[in-house]
Structures are given as C-alpha cells and as structure tokens.
T-cell receptor, first 115, second 113 residues
Framework: NAGVTQTPKFQVLKTGQSMTLQCAQD?????MSWYRQDPGMGLRLIHY???????DQGEVPNGYNVSRSTTEDFPLRLLSAAPSQTSVYFC??????????????FGSGTQLSVL | GENVEQHPSTLSVQEGDSAVIKCTYS??????FPWYKQELGKGPQLIID?????GEKKDQRIAVTLNKTAKHFSLHITETQPEDSAVYFC????????????FGAGTILRVKS
C-alpha cells in the first residue's frame, strides 16, 4: 500500500494562475480531506468528503474547489492563486467506521508558493 | 466554534526525561481528542487519541489525560529518546460541529542527547 499520495511536492505559482493539487489513496477510505498548514496556526480544514460525490466546506474554504468522482481521488483546485494561499497543503483520509476526521492518514504534503 | 490552545510552543528536554504538552479547548461538547506527531518533511501521524468518556489512555511511553471539567488534555512522553524530536499537534472535535477537527498551533519538541 502506498497510503496517501500527493503530487506535486513543490509548486510555485504566479498570482492569478490556477492549478490542481492531486491526492490519491489506496486504502479504500471513505473519508478524505484537505488541510493547510501555516506557521503558528496548526492545520486548518479546507474541504472534506464523506464519499464519492459528497463534499463539504471546512474552516477555510474560500478560493478552493474540490470534487470527489471516485473513492480514491480527491483533487484540490485553486481557481486564481493569491499570495495568501502560500502554505503547505496536506491531504488526509480515514476509515468510515472510525467517523469523519478521526484517525487520519496524511500524505507527505505539497509546498505551494504564490508570488 | 471550537478553539484549541496548545502550550508550550517549544520544549527542550534531556534524553530520558519526561515531556508534557498541554492543550485547552473551548467547546464543552467536544468529545474526541487526538494527538499527531509530525517529523521534518513528513505529514502528521496519529500517535494516540482519547474520547471524552475516558480519563486516561496509555500506549507504551505515551499517555494522554483528559480533564473535562477544566477542558484541557495533555500528552505525556516518558523516557524521551532523540527520535521523539518532532512537532506535536493536539486537536479536538465534536459531533455538534460535524466532527471537524480543530488543531492547536503545535509544539516543537527537542530531545537532547
């Protein structure tokens, strides 16, 4: 099992550009989520999904879109990048039986810089 | 909504000593409290979690205690080793707010050998 795989590991964007952060898991987890990590602020929930076709907003959803067409994949889209979106982004997944957002398995992260 | 405060922000201990990290939460309805460890360049990894119906939980050198009345919970690491050096995050969630995790700001633990 590869676990939770995130690509790319690093990305530099210019203000206004769009991009998609990829996340895939091979553990057949129902729940998937995206967090951003900023210095001194811990991890903040952006969006999450409880299953294919179902998504919901987290604490800081503005400027980000998600979709969940398959159980395995949960991409995060930045529609028009802004310097405030410079951060490290983590994708996570968890078993349905443990409840959403419990016992999370995290990917290794994507470091994004917006100039 | 929930607010989680974590202290200290940095902690240095000598190898073999104990380390304690404390978190306070604001929402009395919170019922799930995990702790995550993040090593340099990696994603966070769950090390222990506790529910509100339990006061203490242990796993080898790691323990978590919960005081619901005071709304705080703590991570205890005994006999620290250099490989315990990492950033530790606490979090809290409640069913009332859709089980969304709210994380503390993190504690950098350095174990000196």
């Amino acid at each position: 099992n590869a676990g939770v795989t995130q690509t790319p590991k690093f990305q530099v964007l210019k203000t206004g550009q769009s991009m998609t952060l990829q996340c895939a898991q091979d553990m057949n987890h129902e729940y998937m989520s995206w967090y951003r990590q900023d210095p001194g602020m811990g991890l903040r929930l952006i969006h999450y999904s409880v299953g294919a076709g179902i998504t919901d907003q987290g604490e800081v959803p503005n400027g980000y879109n998600v979709s969940r067409s398959t159980t395995e994949d949960f991409p995060l889209r930045l529609l028009s990048a802004a310097p405030s979106q410079t951060s490290v982004y983590f994708c996570a997944s968890s078993y349905r039986g443990t409840g959403p957002n419990e016992k999370l398995f995290f990917g290794s992260g994507t470091q994004l810089s917006v100039l | 909504g929930e607010n989680v405060e974590q202290h200290p922000s940095t902690l240095s201990v000598q190898e073999g000593d104990s380390a304690v990290i404390k978190c306070t939460y604001s929402d009395s309805a919170s019922n799930y409290f995990p702790w995550y460890k993040q090593e340099l360049g990696k994603g966070p990894q769950l090390i222990i979690d506790i529910r509100s119906n339990v006061g203490e939980k242990k796993d080898q050198r790691i323990a978590v205690t919960l005081n619901k009345t005071a709304k705080h919970f703590s991570l205890h690491i005994t006999e620290t080793q250099p490989e315990d050096s990492a950033v530790y995050f606490c979090a809290a969630s409640s069913e009332e707010y859709g089980n969304k995790l709210v994380f503390g700001a993190g504690t950098i633990l350095r174990v000196k050998s």
